[in-house]
C-alpha cells in the first residue's frame, strides 16, 4: 500500500465511529489514566516505538494481507509481524490500551513502528495529536473469534491492571445497568481487569451509545 502519514491536528476531519464495527474478542481500554502498575521496560515480545493511524482514505481498500480495511476495526500494520498476530498496544503517554490485529504492512515512514486503524487509534486517545509512544506486546496463543453470530455480545467501558479499579467501575455501573461483570485477562505482562455489560443483539447500539454518553470509551466486543 502507498505511505501513509498519521494525520494531525491539522489532518483531515475525524470520521464517525461505527460502534457496532469494532468486533475483536479480547479488547482493552485504559479509561484511568494512572492506573497501571505492570513494569514499562521492553522484555521478550515486547516492542517500544512511534503509532500512527489511518482512516478514511484507505477505507475499503485492499489491504497488503488481501483483506479490506475498515478503518472501524481494530487492525494495524507492521512491517515484519505475521499476519494475524496480535498485539496489545498501549499509549505510554496516557495507559489506554487495545488489543489489534496484524492485516497489513507498514508504516513506511522513518522513525514509525506501528500504523493502527482509526478505531484503535480512538481507542488509544490519539486520534487528534496523531501520533504516540507506544508499547507493544505479542499474544502469543491468542485466537481469532469464532463465528459472530454464535457469540456472545458484551460492551466493554474500561480494562484495568489495579483490581480495585476495575471494581469501583462496576459498583458505579450495577445500580443502572444489568449483567455488569468484571474478566480477567492474562497476558506476559500481567492480568488486566476489564469491566464489561453483557447486551442482547437488539440493544447492542442503544446500550454503548448511553454508556458513551457517560462518559466511558466504549467498545463493542464478541467472544
Known amino acids: 500500500m502507498p505511505d501513509r502519514l498519521g494525520p494531525g491536528p491539522?489532518?483531515?476531519?475525524?470520521?464517525?465511529?461505527?460502534?457496532?464495527?469494532?468486533?475483536?474478542?479480547?479488547?482493552?481500554?485504559?479509561?484511568?489514566?494512572g492506573c497501571s502498575r505492570l513494569p514499562r521496560g521492553p522484555g521478550p515480545g515486547v516492542e517500544i516505538g512511534l503509532a500512527s493511524w489511518y482512516g478514511q482514505e484507505f477505507h475499503g481498500r485492499p489491504t497488503s494481507s488481501r483483506e479490506v480495511f475498515d478503518m472501524n476495526d481494530l487492525t494495524a500494520a507492521h512491517k515484519t509481524l505475521p499476519f494475524g498476530t496480535y498485539l496489545m498496544v498501549t499509549n505510554l503517554e496516557n495507559d489506554r490500551s487495545a488489543v489489534v490485529r496484524i492485516n497489513d504492512r507498514g508504516p513506511f515512514v522513518r522513525g514509525r513502528t506501528i500504523d493502527l486503524s482509526y478505531a484503535a487509534a480512538r481507542v488509544l486517545g490519539m486520534v487528534g495529536p496523531g501520533t504516540a509512544r507506544v508499547r507493544l506486546e505479542t499474544l502469543s496463543g491468542f485466537k481469532a473469534?469464532?463465528?459472530?453470530?454464535?457469540?456472545?455480545?458484551?460492551?466493554?467501558?474500561?480494562?484495568?491492571?489495579?483490581?480495585?479499579?476495575a471494581y469501583a467501575i462496576k459498583r458505579r455501573l450495577d445500580g443502572s445497568y444489568r449483567n455488569v461483570v468484571v474478566s480477567r485477562l492474562k497476558t506476559d505482562r500481567g492480568t488486566y481487569f476489564r469491566v464489561r455489560v453483557r447486551a442482547d443483539q437488539g440493544e447492542v447500539e442503544s446500550l454503548a451509545h448511553r454508556l458513551a454518553g457517560e462518559g466511558f470509551s466504549v467498545i463493542i466486543v464478541r467472544e
Not at 468486533?23 to 489514566?33: E, M, N, Q, R
Not at 473469534?145 to 479499579?165: C, K, R
Open 10 to 33: 491539522a489532518g483531515p476531519k475525524r470520521p464517525a465511529l461505527r460502534l457496532s464495527a469494532a468486533l475483536i474478542s479480547a479488547a482493552l481500554a485504559l479509561g484511568v489514566t
Open 145 to 165: 473469534p469464532a463465528d459472530p453470530g454464535q457469540l456472545t455480545v458484551w460492551i466493554q467501558v474500561g480494562a484495568f491492571s489495579v483490581q480495585e479499579n
